[in-house]
């Protein structure tokens, strides 16, 4: 019985990482997307906080979320 313990905690452990890699590619993405999104709006991308993005345009500041 302990054979089988042992490996339902290690695919649990596989699982958590397989979970936490797909959310850091997604968040990843998504902060590329924003970046080339304020780019071609012609304006300057700056990350203030993980959470708070801003893209500025002359005299414009746009939040990005």
């Known amino acids: 019985m ?3 313990s042992d490996r339902t905690v290690n695919m649990l452990v596989l699982l958590c990482i397989a979970l936490i890699a797909l959310a850091m590619f997604w968040l990843d993405s998504k902060f ?3 970046k080339k999104d ?3 709006m012609g ?3 700056y990350s203030i906080s993980f959470t708070e993005n ?3 345009e002359g005299e414009r500041v746009r ?3």
């Open 2 to 4: 302990a054979l089988n």
């Open 43 to 45: 304006g300057k991308f």
């Open 54 to 56: 801003i893209c500025v």
């Open 32 to 34: 590329e997307r924003m």
């Open 63 to 65: 939040q990005l979320q």
């Open 38 to 40: 304020c780019e071609i």
